[in-house]
């Protein structure tokens, strides 16, 4: 078993940016791939971004060249960097790890 928890979300205007952190309570080497996955009030959860140990990235195509996902397994902690924020990714971010695991997510508003 593993604990997920999210931090940085909050309220930025548009075109800010945040940093999110998603700590684990162990060794995240071993959970392979991470990610970060949204979900806007009346939508479904999306996938934004995930990052294998290796370090290959992939990303959804409404935040590539804005978003950067990475991580640092000697911390156990994945990253998400959000610049040029748009009000459009106003969501509850989830942190995730391969085998299903999920943090509680973290409200990222963005106001226009």
């Known amino acids: 078993q593993v604990q997920l928890v999210e931090s940085g979300g909050g309220l930025v205007q548009a075109g800010g940016s945040l940093r999110l952190s998603c700590a684990a309570s162990r060794s995240i080497f071993s959970l392979n791939v991470m990610g970060w996955y949204r979900q806007a009030p009346g939508k479904q959860r999306e996938e934004v971004a995930t990052i294998s140990n290796g370090g290959s990235t992939n990303y959804a195509d409404s935040v590539k060249g804005r978003f950067t996902i990475s991580r640092n397994n000697a911390k156990n902690t994945v990253y998400l960097q959000m610049n040029s924020l748009k009000p459009e990714d106003t969501a509850v971010y989830y942190c995730?790890?391969?085998?299903?695991?999920w943090g509680q997510g973290t409200q990222v508003t963005v106001s226009s």
């Open positions: 995730w790890a391969l085998r299903g695991y």
